[in-house]
Nanobody, 122 residues
Framework: QVQLVESGGGLVQAGGSLRLSCAAS????????VGWFRQAPGQDREFVGA????????TYPDSVKGRFTISKDNTENTVYLQMNSLKPEDTAAYYC???????????????WGQGTQVTVSS
């Protein structure tokens, strides 16, 4: 089994930055990729980006490309989501997820964290 714990959310002004953390434990050897997703009230779950566990290959949608960066600390088994130039539209609950596929689809991920709230004020 894999356990994921997100942290680092909070309130920030537009244009500011936040770094979210996703700490993985358990059978991390079974993880091929970690994805980040966000969901605002009344909206669908949205893909934010993903990283492969072993090679740190990343992929991002156009909505965050150039502003968000995903990285991994191999010694700590922690994946980070660095968010810069934040906009009010980025306000959402952010989740990390792990699974056997490097995918943009939430259904392809097996394990999920509890989520952390990010609120961007205008």
């Amino acid at each position: 089994q894999v356990q994921l714990v997100e942290s680092g959310g909070g309130l920030v002004q537009a244009g500011g930055s936040l770094r979210l953390s996703c700490a993985a434990s358990g059978r991390t050897f079974s993880i091929f990729a970690v994805g980040w997703f966000r969901q605002a009230p009344g909206q669908d779950r949205e893909f934010v980006g993903a990283i492969t566990w072993n090679t740190s290959t990343t992929t991002y949608p156009d909505s965050v490309k150039g502003r968000f960066t995903i990285s991994k600390d191999n010694t700590e088994n922690t994946v980070y989501l660095q968010m810069n130039s934040l906009k009010p539209e980025d306000t959402a609950a952010y989740y990390c997820a792990a699974g056997p596929n490097f995918s943009w689809a939430s259904l392809r991920y097996r394990y999920w964290g509890q989520g952390t709230q990010v609120t961007v004020s205008s």
